[in-house]
T-cell receptor
Framework: DAKTTQPTSMDCAEGRAANLPCNHSTISGNEYVYWYRQIHSQGPQYIIHGLKNNETNEMASLIITEDRKSSTLILPHATLRDTAVYYCIVRAFSGSARQLTFGSGTQLTVLP | KAGVTQTPRYLIKTRGQQVTLSCSPISGHRSVSWYQQTPGQGLQFLFEYFSETQRNKGNFPGRFSGRQFSNSRSEMNVSTLELGDSALYLC??????????????FGPGTRLLVL
């Protein structure tokens, strides 16, 4: 799977949009972009994924650039409960490499 | 529907003992993957089971083993525990049919402390 680069930490004011960037310049055509988050000592929580089109669900929006080399996860109205480590993962489904490979992620702190 | 469940949630063992952790996947999911998470190494893949067969394996010693039952529930076993095995053990389930939009959903984890 392609490697991702994320900022180590970010702050966001409560009620504002949190925009978390991810670079994946070596992404292949068949690799999806996935986002998970992990609140301290809990299991990672799936947020959203996409291939090339922008995606939105009840939790967040995912914006993928046209060349697919980077993406941004948007939490439209951040709350204190959104404080967590956010992981961006690129992943294919072919072959035997089915496992998720998590990098260091971005520690998002939502400030009151 | 119910999410992935793991038991026990917390466990304390001593060096040399063995431990068995259990994971019940989301109903209808046939794939169960196990991960170890430590502060130093991050999240590392252990193995994946699908239809009672190990389909993929990470880079862990043979002390780490697993199995899957016909109802898709899975167990992992660690024998001869070492201090370095202290970690959060996570399992994740998915349909396992390799379709493009397959997503893994994680359980809450089992926190293992080896003394």
């Amino acid at each position: 799977d392609a490697k991702t680069t994320q900022p180590t930490s970010m702050d966001c004011a409560e009620g504002r949009a949190a925009n978390l960037p991810c670079n994946h310049s070596t992404i292949s055509g068949n690799e999806y972009v996935y986002w998970y988050r992990q609140i301290h000592s809990q299991g990672p929580q799936y947020i959203i994924h996409g291939l090339k089109n922008n995606e939105t669900n009840e939790m967040a929006s995912l914006i993928i650039t046209e060349d697919r080399k980077s993406s941004t996860l948007i939490l439209p109205h951040a709350t204190l409960r959104d404080t967590a480590v956010y992981y961006c993962i690129v992943r294919a489904f072919s072959g035997s490499a089915r496992q998720l490979t998590f990098g260091s992620g971005t520690q998002l702190t939502v400030l009151p | 529907k119910a999410g992935v469940t793991q038991t026990p949630r917390y466990l304390i063992k001593t060096r040399g003992q063995q431990v068995t952790l259990s994971c019940s996947p989301i109903s209808g999911h046939r794939s169960v993957s196990w991960y170890q998470q430590t502060p130093g190494q991050g999240l590392q893949f252990l193995f994946e089971y699908f239809s009672e067969t190990q389909r993929n394996k990470g880079n862990f010693p043979g002390r780490f083993s697993g199995r899957q039952f016909s109802n898709s529930r899975s167990e992992m076993n660690v024998s001869t525990l070492e201090l370095g095995d202290s970690a959060l053990y996570l399992c994740a389930s998915s349909f396992g049919n390799s379709q493009a939009k397959e997503t893994q959903y994680f359980g809450p984890g089992t926190r293992l402390l080896v003394l």
